[in-house]
Structures are given as structure tokens and as C-alpha cells.
């Protein structure tokens, strides 16, 4: 730039981050911008020499004792002398024409209050990419055809002194996140703010690395959506983490309401897609969203398996084996523990015909979780189906096919292997046999698991009459297609027990 008009003051707020901090310093040392610029390092409390750290590269440094990044910010606002203030974070890591893009924006754009950039995540977790990119999305998007982006990333933004006082300065009553939409939403009265994809900084994934929960809860859902959403409905600020010390200062601010759309329609989306996938994953029997669950084998030839859960169930059981050995059929039964307890003779005649026996669980609670920390659900069933049968399943099918990320970990940690099933015939309703047996020959395709039920749930009980009169139906028909059955374990090639 030929004539650099404005001083920039670099705003860092740091928490004992003498570790990373002079990687951050040097991109910011090595900048062409051609103007006057400052680095102030805002410490926070530090114990382990940030202050020092910040000084031998030659930053400005000034105490804040209040903790928190927003009181952090608010300081450095208050010390800087620049025209721009400049925010990012310890962690970052600048290119070299960052500060002379900024400036030569502002520049270029008297009306601008403020600009934001975007971050490239090092080391990003894969379970952050799509967030990331669902943001960026949203933030073209909007500023597109709402002339203003949809968040504003606190570590890479930069905006005039002087509309950020006129704005009120950082929001000290919201947690993370809300208080950049805030101070965005409130900056927007002044003046124009633009988002620039190609401003882009590099930053650690530190914040959400193993968080993902947190991450969803807290920093998207909480603190973006509902957060923000309270206090514009209560009116007031919400409390979460930060000591408010300018209530008074924060109610006598002009409350616009051009921003109340978007964060109703923000807080809908996010609420849409975090529920989506929950549902997705937790029921639907072909997600892995949550950990490998095998739902049908990738085979070519024309093998199916035959599955029945929910048992045992007499005289359903015995009436299905029956026409199993008829036709030379072999099948896997998902048992429930306190059904095999019920009906020991039933169980121990499924093995002993060369049919498979999986886990369904001690109770087929919806609720229940079948690992809790001392595992008393499937290990009680584990136990029933070893003390009445002699052997111990390898294969689990979850209850009504839910699948929690932690009951997930746990059987995978107990080397369990989760079964599904890729078709079903919605038979406990019982509909005609024809029809049960109609679904099950159009959805079956080589490899496919097939779901039918021997067993109503937890009761000891249930008519099974009609899927018992079903069996010989499927089986001829497929037969006739030129399927031959087998068992989950022979279809999946794993071992049938464990040990
Ligand atoms: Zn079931």
C-alpha cells in the first residue's frame, strides 16, 4: 500500500498461553504491512509467564484481572490507540499480508464498521469439517442476500475503534459465541459489516478436540441458539459463566429488531440438523453415525439370513424351528434375557439344531441403557443365555435398533459385534401372513439380514401366528429365487460366540 492511512491495534487476549503465544507473535512481527501497528497482549491471570513472553516480542501488555476473553477484549479495547482494532487469539497463526488485507479493506470501504474472516482448522477433528463448512456456507450465503454475515469468528475480525464504542463495546453477560453474534448484531447498527472467505488465519483445534457433546450443546446449541434466544425473549441478560458488572450499561442499549428473524431461523436449523442426525443415528438400523453396526452383508452371491428377535416366545418358537427343520433352514434368534430364563428348553433347542443365539438385551427397555457403567443389562442377559445354553453371543442387536454413542463404545470395548437388519416386515402388527411375507421378498436383495419376530418385547407373550404362518412362504419364495439361507455369523464371517 502506497499510503497507509490507518493505525491497527492487534488485540490478543491470553490465559497462560506462553506455549503457543510466540508462534503467534512472530507471524505478527513478520507482517508487510507498511502503516503503524500495535500488539497488545491482554493477560488474563496468567501463571506461567505469558506477560513475559509477549514482552520479548516486543507486544504491548495490560492486565485484567476480571477472567473471562470478553473482559480480556473489553480491556484492550480500552488501551488501544489504533483507528482498527484487530482481534485474534494466542493460537493463531497469521500470513503475512493479514493486517495489510484488513487495512486496505477498510480502506476501500468507509462504510464498513467491521470485517470477519474465516479460520483454517490445523489438525481439524473429522466431526468438525462439516460444521465448519455448513458455516462458511451460511455466512456466504448471508452475507450474499442479507448483506451481513451470520457469525463473525472473534479470533480473525477486525473493526473501527470507534464504531465498537458507539456499539457499547463486548457484551460482559454472554458465554462463548453469543457474544460475537451480539456484538455483530449491535455493530450492524453502526455500520456495514463484511465477511471475507479469503481472510483466513490458521489456528489449532483445540477448543472442540474430544468435545464433540460439549461442543454441540454447549458452544453451538446453548450458547448460539438458545443462549441468545432467552435473553431476547426475557429481555435480560443470561447469565452463564461471566459476572455481569454492566447490566446498566447493556440495558440502556438500543435494541434492534432487524436481527430477531435470523437468530429465530439460525436456532431452527441448528435445532433441525442436530435432531435429524440424533434420530438418524440413534434409530435408523443402517446408520454408523455412532460406530460400526452391521445391517446386511456387501456380498454378491445370493445368501440372505434369517433373523428373529424378541424371543423365546411358545409356542411361537418351537413352531418356527419346526418348519426351519422342515426345509433345512438355518436362523439366528436375537433373545431376550429374561425370555431365555422363562423358556430354557426353547433356547437350549435353538443351539441344539444348528441355529445361532444373539443378545437382545436383558429387559428390551426403550429407556434402559443396556451398558450402564456396571453393565447389568447385557451382562445379565450375557449370564442367563450362558447358564441355560452353555455359551456366550458375540453378536448384539440393540433394542428397537437405538444406537447411543456410549452404549456404542461399550460393546465395542466388550468386542461385541451390532447386528440390524436391512429388511423388515413390520411384523409385529401382525398383517396377513401373505403380506408379511410380500415385504419380505421385495425389500430382500443378496446379502440382506432379514428382522422377523418371534417374541412381543419383554412380555411373555404376544400372537405370533401370523408370522409363524409367513415362514414358508419366504422361505419357498426365496428358495425359488435362488437365495439360500444362513446364519448372521456365517453371512458376516465372525465367530457366533465368544471364547
Ligand atoms: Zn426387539
Redesign the pocket.
Known amino acids: 500500500m502506497e499510503n497507509p492511512a490507518y493505525m491497527l491495534s492487534v488485540v490478543i487476549p491470553a490465559y497462560n498461553e506462553a506455549l503457543v503465544l510466540p508462534r503467534c507473535l512472530r507471524s505478527l512481527r513478520d507482517q508487510d504491512y507498511q502503516g503503524e501497528y500495535e500488539v497488545i497482549v491482554v493477560d488474563n491471570g496468567s501463571t506461567d509467564g505469558t506477560g513475559e513472553v509477549a514482552r520479548r516480542f516486543g507486544a504491548i501488555v495490560v492486565h485484567c484481572r476480571q477472567k473471562g476473553v470478553a473482559y480480556a477484549r473489553e480491556v484492550g479495547l480500552q488501551s488501544a490507540k489504533g483507528e482498527i482494532l484487530v482481534q485474534c487469539d494466542a493460537d493463531n497463526v497469521m500470513p503475512p499480508n493479514w493486517l495489510s488485507k484488513i487495512a486496505s479493506h477498510f480502506e476501500t470501504h468507509p462504510e464498513d464498521a467491521g470485517l470477519s474472516g474465516d479460520a483454517h482448522y490445523q489438525d481439524e477433528p473429522l466431526w468438525h469439517r462439516p460444521f465448519s463448512l455448513i458455516n462458511r456456507w451460511l455466512n456466504q450465503i448471508s452475507h450474499r442476500w442479507l448483506r451481513c454475515p451470520m457469525s463473525i469468528l472473534a479470533a480473525n475480525f477486525a473493526a473501527r475503534r470507534e464504531a465498537l464504542i458507539a456499539a457499547g463495546g463486548y457484551n460482559l453477560n454472554l458465554p462463548q459465541c453469543g457474544d460475537e453474534l451480539d456484538l455483530l448484531l449491535r455493530l450492524k447498527g453502526i455500520g456495514s459489516v463484511t465477511y471475507d472467505p479469503h481472510l483466513i488465519m490458521e489456528t489449532s483445534s483445540r477448543r472442540f478436540r474430544g468435545r464433540f457433546w460439549q461442543f454441540l450443546l454447549s458452544d453451538v446449541l446453548y450458547s448460539t441458539a438458545v443462549g441468545l434466544l432467552l435473553q431476547r425473549i426475557t429481555r435480560r441478560p443470561i447469565r452463564i459463566s461471566r459476572k455481569n458488572v454492566r447490566e446498566e450499561a447493556f440495558a440502556r442499549r438500543p435494541r434492534p429488531w432487524a436481527w430477531r428473524p435470523r437468530v429465530a431461523i439460525s436456532a431452527v436449523v441448528i435445532l433441525m440438523v442436530i435432531s435429524g442426525t440424533l434420530v438418524y443415528g440413534f434409530f435408523v438400523p443402517t446408520s454408523e453415525a455412532f460406530g460400526k453396526v452391521y445391517y446386511a452383508s456387501k456380498i454378491h452371491e445370493k445368501v440372505v439370513a434369517l433373523t428373529f428377535?424378541?424371543g423365546p416366545n411358545e409356542p411361537y418358537t418351537s413352531q418356527i424351528l419346526d418348519i426351519l427343520h422342515q426345509y433345512d433352514v438355518k436362523a439366528t434368534f436375537?433373545v431376550?434375557g429374561r425370555n431365555v430364563e422363562y423358556y430354557p428348553e426353547t433356547t437350549r433347542r435353538i443351539i441344539a439344531e444348528g441355529h445361532v443365539v444373539g443378545n437382545?438385551s436383558w429387559n428390551?427397555s426403550a429407556v434402559q441403557p443396556i451398558v450402564d457403567r456396571r453393565d447389568l443389562d447385557l451382562a445379565r442377559s450375557q449370564r442367563a443365555i450362558k447358564q441355560v445354553a452353555g455359551v456366550e453371543p458375540h453378536l448384539f442387536?440393540p433394542?428397537?435398533g437405538r444406537k447411543t454413542p456410549w452404549e456404542m463404545k461399550q460393546l465395542r470395548k466388550q468386542d461385541m459385534v451390532v447386528v440390524t437388519w436391512s429388511v423388515s416386515a413390520n411384523d409385529p402388527r401382525q398383517p396377513p401372513p401373505s403380506v408379511i411375507a410380500g415385504r419380505v421378498v421385495k425389500r430382500t436383495k443378496s446379502g440382506a439380514i432379514i428382522l422377523l419376530?418371534d417374541?412381543n418385547?419383554t412380555i411373555h407373550g404376544g400372537n405370533r401366528t401370523n408370522t409363524v404362518a409367513a415362514l414358508p412362504l419366504i422361505i419357498e419364495i426365496l428358495t425359488r429365487e435362488g437365495y439360500t439361507f444362513v446364519t448372521v455369523p456365517e453371512l458376516l464371517k465372525v465367530d457366533p460366540y465368544l471364547h
Do not use: N, S, T
Open positions: 428377535d424378541d436375537f431376550v437382545h428390551h442387536r433394542p428397537f419376530h417374541g418385547e
